[in-house]
């Protein structure tokens, strides 16, 4: 074994021993989770090519050193030679003595492969030092390279992290998308950065103006998608959907190298695509599309070749206007009266609203001078499950509120329902059922997996949707025929012949 190669190993090593002794609140406080081996390498393989024979490496939330000595192997194994300027910050004081162990034997080793090393550790917070309004801090220059595992926690609106960036001009709602916007801030123009998060601030309302900010100042170069929530981070027990990117601050628009794999350990499958077809030139939510394969960029087409916009077909989608905690004192736990049906995701059975039912939730809201602004009135809707479980086989669940099925003057739909709507009155029948059969068909539901990296199917989403036309959708409703809802091939191969013309589904 080489000394680099033990030193890998040794730092491994001490990832798992520091990780085993931390307590597990106070890394649960600070979202500590410390990178495996082999993810650190396949981060730092993402790095790109590095010409210069001098160079700035930032490594923030540095834990015991596994990224910056991932790097430092990567300039190894390419027979680089030079010399590493290091900036390592590290937040927790139990785990600096860690970290400033692994730096020092990178200290001793590479110099016999040629790269010279000089290090700095620093014990502090990275946004609070990085955001120094006088640039008088320790990160006050700039760097050519950024490695980065950043914590996952949210922030609250007045936290002092959020608030620091807010005063930069960057609003982030938590302290991954806070550590990727300081470092964009930190990179010289041309400088790269490497980091493994979270998929979700690739979409979603809560992310557009971070997402804004960050592809206004880096183009994406490298994206690896990894398709298992449990691989990555396992001794952790973290089950998110975790991708690496890399980026340069200014760089060229041309292509983008997408990749995919189960884990970290597995052979990655990569295939070039234009930039185009990650972020749409067009698009103001800066949404980052994700097809990792043929199939999802044929399927992402199909999409977006659609003829229509949901404003287009004179439709509107919103979240349900019953917060039940709110209006807890007018909830009724059955049918009673003065009181009108209330709709919960647990009522969505096979394309049709079930109610009621005992789903231990309320199933009635009081029709009084209090709740009329909550309520909509007894029509056709249709109605999507804003939130799915992880282990669910869809993504997108879809019904229709029939009124013929519940005679009603008045309803309440929950907040955990996104609801399409024309002006808050109800949809045609043909039109409503083949939205709803729409909805429910394989291709949009794979297009959400592509395009949405959590749980969440959020309106903003729905409405950025393209749709069939008001003919397509209508001709499609009245194919389904009436009575028991179809299975999935059924709905699939109407959506092929009276949408999608045999194209793939």
Known sequence: MSAIEDLVRRTEARRQQVSAQLDFNRRRELGQFFTPSPAAQLIADMVGPIKENAIRLLDPGAGVGSLTTAFL????????????????????????????????????????????????????????????????????????????????????????ERLALAARGVSCSNLYSSFLALATMLLRPGGRLVAITPRSFANGPYFGDFRRFLLSNVTLDRIHVFESRSKVFADAEVLQENIIFSATRFGSTDNVTLSTSEGYED???????????????????????????????????????????????????????????????????????????????????????????????????????????????????????????????????????????????????????????SNERGIEHSVAYGLCAWLN??????????????????????????????????ELGGALGMGIWPEQEKIDALVATHVLEGEIC
Request: proline share 7%; aromatic share 8%.
């Open 267 to 421: 052979t990655p499958i990569s295939r070039n695509v234009p930039y185009s077809e990650i972020v749409k030139d067009n698009d103001p939510h800066q949404f980052i599309h994700l097809p990792t394969s043929e199939r999802d960029t044929k399927i992402a087409e199909a999409i977006a070749n659609l003829p229509c916009t949901l404003a287009e077909l004179g439709l509107k989608v919103s979240t349900g206007k019953v917060v039940d905690f709110r209006a807890r004192s007018y909830l009724k736990s059955q049918p009673a009266e003065g009181a009108v049906p209330l709709i919960y995701p647990g009522n969505l059975r096979k394309g049709r609203v079930n109610w009621p039912l005992q789903i231990r939730k309320p199933q009635a809201i009081l029709d009084v001078p209090q709740t009329q602004k909550l309520l909509l009135p007894g029509e056709r809707f249709v109605l999507v499950n804003r939130f799915t479980a992880k282990e669910e086989r869809r993504r997108v669940v879809a019904a229709v509120y029939e009124p013929d099925d519940i005679d009603a003057a008045r309803v309440g739909f929950e907040n955990h329902l996104n609801v399409f709507h």
């Open 73 to 160: 192997a990567r300039l190894v194994r390419l027979q680089w030679h030079g010399h590493v300027d290091i900036t390592a910050v590290e937040i927790d004081p139990d785990v600096l003595p860690h970290l400033n162990q692994t730096l020092q034997e990178c200290s001793k080793i590479l110099p016999q492969y040629g790269i010279n090393l000089s290090i700095k550790v620093i014990n502090g917070d990275f946004i609070k030092l990085g955001t120094i309004s006088d640039h008088t801090g320790p990160l006050s220059e700039y760097f050519d390279f950024v490695i980065m595992n950043p914590p996952y926690k949210k922030l609250g609106a007045k936290a002092n």
């Open 441 to 474: 068909s394989s291709i949009v539901d794979q297009f959400f997996r592509i395009f949405s990296g959590h749980t969440q199917v959020n309106a903003t989403d729905l409405r950025s949707l393209r749709y069939p036309s008001l003919a397509q959708l209508s």
